[in-house]
């Protein structure tokens, strides 16, 4: 009877190369609503300093040979580090020793998955977040089904959105909305009768797509406050989150851990199973969460819970 040597946690650790990690990230980011909407730029490893456009320069006319006017924009500098995020994956150890060479790969799409919604729960709720601010930190709010319906209903409520920020000098140029808010966004229409919510495109990915008043808005899970009632989307300027990766994730195994499943504590020992363990860094800056409006919902729209700051 032949004897199958001991799984050890050493056989099954090491580094993915960025070329090798960026599939993980492309994964991550088909499944992340702010990583869809906001500005990407490099990040490495000591962090990077992003320029911000505090004032812009202006022109005037001027007259044949006249003197011409000096305007100045000013520049702010912001410094956006690396913070380590961590995934684990729990599966059988049967699965790992039947595909030792490529078993990380398997997982791509659950390791992905926890990785946007971590990270989109930090962007936008503050939920155990590394960074300086997230998005509920804006005092502008819009109740979604408050306008009356024969004053446009929710696309009224869309549209005093879009206001609260243009009247002040900022842009809007997305929404970002939870899952659960699409049967309320599907069943509205403008004051002419069309369906406010236009393009809706669905595919196996985790995030649908559409447009909302012109403005592109993504819908996925983890977007609403755990109530699904106090915060079920967010619009505003999306120039103004910006957001980076590091290029590599580190992995490793552990087949003796104790791992928290749900509410349950499980012995990976006891029950044969290994946990996979993926890290990899991002950085995001957000420039004045005054910059978004939160939108809010009459009572709390069906479907899967999202992550509560």
Known sequence: MAVTAPLKTTDFAGYLQPHMAQAFFDEAAKRSVVQQLARKVPLGISGETVPIVTSKPTASWVAEAGQKPVTQ?????????????AAIT???????????ANYVNLFKTDIAEAFAQAFDAAVLHGTDSP????????KKTVQLGKTPANQGG?????????????????????????????PMLNGSYDTTGRPIL????????????????????YLGDGVATTDRKTVVGYGGDWTK??????????????TEATVKIGSNMV??????????????????????????VKLTANAPAPGPSGNGS
């Open 73 to 85: 924009g000013e520049v702010g500098l912001l410094k956006m580090e690396p913070k380590k995020l």
């Open 90 to 100: 729990v599966v059988s150890a049967e699965v790992v020793r039947a595909n030792p």
């Open 131 to 138: 960074f300086a601010h997230n998005l509920d930190e804006t």
């Open 154 to 182: 929710i696309y009224g409520d869309a549209n005093l959105a879009i206001t609260k920020l243009v009247e002040n000098g900022r842009k809007f140029t997305g929404w970002a909305f939870d899952s659960a808010a699409e």
């Open 198 to 217: 236009t393009e809706p495109v669905y595919s196996d990915a985790a995030l649908a797509s559409a447009r909302l008043l012109g403005r592109p808005a």
């Open 241 to 254: 989150v910006i957001w980076g990766q590091v290029g590599g994730i580190t992995y490793s195994i552990s």
């Open 267 to 292: 012995s990976l020992w006891q029950n044969n199973l290994v946990g996979i363990l993926a890290e990899a860094e991002f950085g995001c800056i957000i420039n004045d969460p005054e910059n978004f």
